[in-house]
């Protein structure tokens, strides 16, 4: 039996929703770089030869996926849900550690948020796309 084809909603439909989830990936993306690194240079017991080298660890794949997410890039923005998971993993570890649990939860709800609105960035990017180009 043949599976039929969702029809793609309208490009009036997509379009703020597209913008929406946007602005909401590039605020979670940029409040997460900035706890990441308050969090270091204020908070963590880190000594001054190793924080820069944490600093480059965490804010790298965040600085290679920025340029991406800054132009819109519906692939920077699925990447961007591959690489927010690592981020995910670290905030909810540190969620446990009673010394930590502040940032830890602040990191995993910023990462949610991140990886919502990116996903959602790229579904309805890609529909408006195919809508562009005459799909039903």
């Known amino acids: 039996m043949a599976k039929t084809s969702k029809p793609l909603p309208s490009l009036d439909w997509l379009k703020p929703r597209m913008a929406v ?17 308050v969090w270091n240079l204020m908070f963590a017991a880190i000594p001054d ?10 804010l790298g794949p965040l600085l290679l996926l920025a340029p991406g997410l800054i132009l819109g890039s519906a692939r920077a923005h699925a990447w961007t849900c591959f690489v927010v998971n690592l981020y995910f993993i670290q905030g909810v ?7 930590k649990a502040l940032f830890g939860w602040a990191q ?29």
């Open 21 to 37: 989830s946007r602005v909401i990936s590039l605020m979670s993306f940029m409040a997460l770089a900035l706890l990441l690194l």
């Open 108 to 136: 995993t709800l910023l990462s949610i948020s991140l990886f919502c609105a990116a996903l959602m960035y790229t579904r309805w990017c890609f529909q408006y796309d195919r809508k562009l180009a005459g799909e039903n």
């Open 93 to 99: 570890l540190a969620a446990f550690d009673p010394s």
């Open 49 to 58: 030869k190793l924080l820069w080298v944490i600093l480059a660890f965490q």
